[in-house]
């Protein structure tokens, strides 16, 4: 693919991992790239009537690995998107998907979008939420009706990530009138699911409380975590987590941050950052930085926003016993490898945050069924997914004396190597 592109890929831990347990797998180079290369990437430009106005916008899909079902992931919609982010994250999702064993494979849209030069278009004002949803429903609808062939067919199913939500998945539905082509549907339009909105807090939430017992030996009301992030994942996790008595001591979003050593009050911050956008400004906790977060004397730091916070500046300073990836890619290789040597355990966010696509799969069978399944059975089937995965990432951690994010690559990789050869996508078998 770098032949093509003329461009080199920068080294992700998603690609070191795999090549390296490719090489454990006793796989030849060959193969290990037919599964670490994307299948199909797709290059687009949308010219989006906007205000009556017809900015052009361009963005990528990355199909990455159908071999177990078809292609899944959601559609980032952010001025920093680029072709190489992108199919790390579709890459990503081909690994969520085996490590949850759900019979999804793995793709992904980046849109990328000018916000500063569609201000400058059409507003003066720096900030104006209602603008940018209409922005962001004209893109959708438009991408929606190029690729409605690809979303019909099932080949590729959609849904929500950053910048985008269950209204701009209406617009999907709306130029396909077929409830099984994109997931993470709002309330109440044909096929939605109860529970897929808070699905991937849920899933956090649990292995939170999981780890915490059985790999810290910590009883919950005794835990203190931290939180980086505060929108669709961070909400529903904080909120789990607090009731279910576990202390939060510190959360961030992009324009702040609260602290409170007691305790914050997570169904009162909520109200608050609904109201005004952000955590910024909550009367009840004192204000705290970014980099403030990082070095809080917590239990469990959970970065549940974007991808590389935690990198070879601030790795060193953290003073958590353990991570849990809410966010996809929020270490680098480099902060990897400097918490690796502090011991610093990482609970990887292939699984972590697996919970919103277990409940994309259940959105999906029911649409096909018309069965609509009650959020408590989302749940259980969550937690059976996430913590039965966890029981055996554990096991081949200590049989094979690796971390858990290697050994969730191994089990993850081998499942869809596995696959790939009884689709007879691969014509190599190991050695």
């Known amino acids: 693919m770098e032949e093509i592109l003329l461009t080199k890929e920068p080294p992700t831990i998603t690609t070191l991992l795999m090549k390296k347990v490719g090489k454990k797998m006793g796989l030849k180079d060959e193969v290990i790239r037919e599964i670490i290369n994307p299948q199909r990437i797709i290059i687009f430009k949308l010219s989006c009537s906007i205000l009556g106005k017809f900015p052009i916008v361009w963005g990528c899909i990355s199909l990455h690995n159908n071999a177990k079902g078809p292609y899944k992931g959601g559609i980032r919609l952010a001025e920093d998107v680029d072709i190489w982010e992108t199919v790390e994250l579709s890459r990503l999702m081909t690994l969520k998907t085996a490590i949850s064993d759900i019979e999804f494979g793995g793709g992904k849209t980046g849109i990328r979008v000018n916000w500063k ?21 004209d893109i959708i609808t438009s ?53 897929r909105k808070e699905s991937t807090g849920y899933g956090c939430a649990f292995i939170t409380k999981k780890v915490a017992k059985d790999i810290l030996k910590t ?26 008595g576990i202390k939060i001591i510190g ?88 918490l690796k040597r502090r011991k610093i355990k990482v609970i990887p966010g292939i699984l972590a945050n697996s919970g919103g696509v277990i409940a994309s799969m259940e959105e999906y069978a029911s649409s096909l069924s018309a069965i609509k399944m009650e959020k408590e059975k989302v749940f259980k089937i969550i937690e059976s997914k996430i913590g039965n995965n966890m029981e055996l990432i554990t096991q081949i951690s200590e049989k094979e004396k690796v971390d858990y994010v290697e050994s969730a690559v191994m089990i993850a990789m081998d499942r869809v190597y596995k696959a790939m050869l009884h689709r007879k996508f691969l014509g190599e078998v190991r050695g």
């Not at 278009?121 to 720096?126: A, E, V």
């Not at 900030?127 to 949803?133: C, I, S, V």
């Not at 919950?220 to 904080?238: D, H, R, S």
């Open 117 to 137: 030069e569609l201000y400058k278009t059409f507003r003066k004002k720096p900030l104006d939420r209602k603008f940018e949803k209409i922005v962001k429903m």
């Open 143 to 195: 991408y929606a009706h190029l690729f409605r062939d690809l979303f019909i067919s099932h080949t590729y199913i959609p849904a929500p990530d950053m910048g985008t939500g269950p209204d701009e998945m209406t617009f999907i539905y709306n130029e396909t009138l077929d409830p099984a082509s994109v997931t993470g549907k709002p309330e109440g339009i044909h096929g939605w699911l109860p529970g």
């Open 251 to 338: 959360i961030t979003d992009l324009y702040g941050g609260v602290y409170d050593v007691d305790g914050l009050n997570i169904p009162r911050l909520i109200t608050h950052a609904v109201k005004n956008g952000t955590v910024r400004g909550f009367k009840e906790a004192k204000h705290i930085t970014n980099e403030d977060l990082f070095k809080l004397d917590v239990d469990i730091l959970i970065p549940a926003a974007c991808s590389h916070v935690i990198d070879k500046n601030n790795a060193s300073k953290i003073r958590a016993k353990l991570i849990v990836e809410a966010a996809n890619m929020p270490i680098t290789p480099e902060g990897m490898e400097i």
């Open 219 to 244: 009883r919950l009301e005794n835990l203190k975590v931290a939180i980086q992030g505060f929108g669709n994942v961070g909400q529903p996790l904080a909120l789990y987590l607090f009731e279910s």
